[in-house]
């Protein structure tokens, strides 16, 4: 069965400084895999997906299939980075539906 | 993407009672989804409603407990039977677009059961 494990709950960085958080996944096929991001009162909504290959916001992730990871990567960390961040892995449920395995999200704290 | 509304934002319940919660899309889309999130934790799927179909729930919940309908391409509804105070979470709706794995998400409604 497939899986997303975030394994930090909080992520505390001062400013400036980098920022990497952590994604893992297992997945028999071969996967593609999504950030979301939630800032505070707001909805979630997708940060990048590692097929498109972008810089959002500063941010980077590399799909590593031979550690199994997606790590989200920023070298300079800002504040208003501060919120949730979500690993999702889209998994095909047939007739035309994808259905997503979530991780438990880190908390990224960028302190002033 | 999408422009996805929720209604109610939030509301507070007695225990025992029932809630309905819609969700409404700018557009017309292939999938939606229904989704938990306790207190403290990630995102759980409750069922996929797919348009003119019985929805497909996940293991874990069932129809008594969570019906949901899906008239249209650009609305659904979830309704939280007899609830208790375990219940207590925000529902999230998502839709996806034309077979995309992507998934745009409403801004939630936060429930309280006392």
């Known amino acids: 069965a497939q899986r997303v494990t975030q394994p930090e709950k909080l992520l505390s960085v001062f400013k400036g400084a980098p920022v990497e958080l952590k994604c893992n996944y297992s997945y028999s096929g071969s996967p593609e895999l999504f950030w979301y991001v939630q800032y505070s009162r707001q909805r979630l909504q997708l940060l990048l997906r590692?097929?498109s290959r972008e810089s959002i916001k500063g941010f980077t992730a590399d799909l590593n299939k031979g550690e199994t990871s997606f790590h989200l990567k920023k070298p300079f960390a800002q504040e208003e980075d501060s919120a949730m961040y979500y690993c999702a892995l889209p998994v095909y449920s047939g007739a035309g539906s994808y259905q997503l395995t979530f991780g438990k999200g880190t908390k990224l704290s960028v302190i002033p | 993407s999408a422009v996805i509304s929720q209604k109610p934002s939030r509301d507070i319940c007695q225990r025992g009672t029932s809630l309905t919660i819609q969700c409404q899309v700018d557009s017309q889309v292939t999938m939606m989804f229904w989704y938990r999130q306790q207190p403290g934790q990630s995102l759980t799927l409750i069922a996929t409603a797919n348009q003119g179909s019985e929805a497909t729930y996940e293991s874990g919940f069932v129809i008594d407990k969570f019906p949901i309908s899906r008239p249209n391409l650009t609305f659904s509804t979830l309704t939280v039977s007899n609830m208790s105070p375990e219940d207590s979470s925000i529902y999230l709706c998502?839709?996806?677009?034309?077979?995309?794995?992507?998934?745009?998400f409403g801004p939630g409604t936060r429930l309280t059961v006392l």
């Open positions: 590692h097929i």
């Open positions: 998502s839709v996806s677009r034309g077979g995309g794995n992507e998934q745009f």
